[in-house]
């Protein structure tokens, strides 16, 4: 995967404080089978098996607020329709997935004339804090206004972001070759974090006009699987220390060992701090 940065700004920031409590992380391991639609993609059945592998395990662990209602996934029907009750999960765990260890396990096979995709995934999770403020996230694909998590080779990648408080936002990509790219704050700015107004909604990497960094999706193989980091928190907090990217990209990049030490040590030392995690898909076409 490259991520490439189509032009930059300099954008300020401001200070905040809060007092913070350290929170253990705690391992763990999940597992899904989903039965893959006539009308979904492959690719977009790894994905949602894999989220949907998360929430499971993180369920596990730490319990749900809406009971058995997160485990029912009804097989949808050859026209796609169907139940799927899995759109209540993410709000019902009573914990957050923190970072993935090693990567996912896939494995696709029948049953009678379904076809089938099983996921296994390890990583470390950590209990949500009740006093974390609404936050809304959105991946959104070229121009399209729906969230969406599978891209084509040189697609447009947006994001929509919405905090109930004011705060300060970083938001990274993680490949499948041990690299994490920052997207926010943008290249040229020193900045720790980006600092967002409370109820305000923003469309980050939207703009032609210069004033704004643009990104693009690239794959040089089929599938190529990354995860999105949109990182937040009332207080504020500075980003790791990365470097210029080895390729031509227009990007800072650091190691993902390195960022998954870094955000540990945030999250352990601020309660209060959010990660949205979005698995995205891209396809070279080939």
């Known amino acids: 995967m490259r991520l490439y940065g189509i032009a930059g700004m300099v954008l300020a920031v401001g200070v905040a404080g809060g007092g913070v409590h350290a929170e253990k992380l705690r391992e763990v391991e999940g597992r899904y089978v989903y039965y893959l639609p006539r009308n979904v993609a492959r690719d977009r059945g790894e994905q949602i098996a894999l989220e949907r592998a998360m929430i499971n395990a993180v369920a596990d662990e730490f319990g749900t607020l809406l009971s058995d209602h997160t485990r029912v996934d009804k097989r949808v029907s050859e026209t796609g329709e169907g139940s799927d009750y899995w759109s209540l999960a993410t709000a019902a765990v009573r914990g957050e997935w923190v970072e993935t260890i090693g990567q996912p396990e896939f494995t696709c096979g029948m049953e009678g004339d379904d076809i089938v995709i099983t996921c296994r995934v390890r990583g470390r999770a950590r209990p949500v804090a009740n006093n974390k403020a ?116 227009g990007l800072r990049e650091l190691t993902a060992e390195t960022f998954h030490r870094w955000l540990e040590s945030r999250r352990a030392a601020d309660p209060a701090m959010q990660v949205a995690v979005r698995p995205l898909t891209v396809t070279s076409g080939e």
């Open 134 to 249: 609404d936050m809304t996230l959105k991946v959104l694909r070229n121009d399209a206004m729906t969230e969406d998590n599978t891209f084509a080779d040189g697609d447009r990648i947006l994001m929509r972001f919405a905090s109930a408080v004011d705060g300060y936002l970083t938001v990274f990509l993680e490949d499948d070759n041990g690299m994490v790219y920052r997207m926010l704050p943008f290249y040229s700015e020193r900045a720790g974090s980006k600092e967002v107004e409370g109820g305000r909604e923003y469309l980050f990497f939207s703009s032609m006009a210069g004033d704004a960094e643009q990104y693009r999706m690239t794959a040089s193989r089929p599938v190529e699987r990354n995860i999105l980091y949109a990182i937040f928190s009332p207080n504020e907090y500075v980003k790791p220390i990365d470097s210029r990217s080895s390729a031509d990209t």
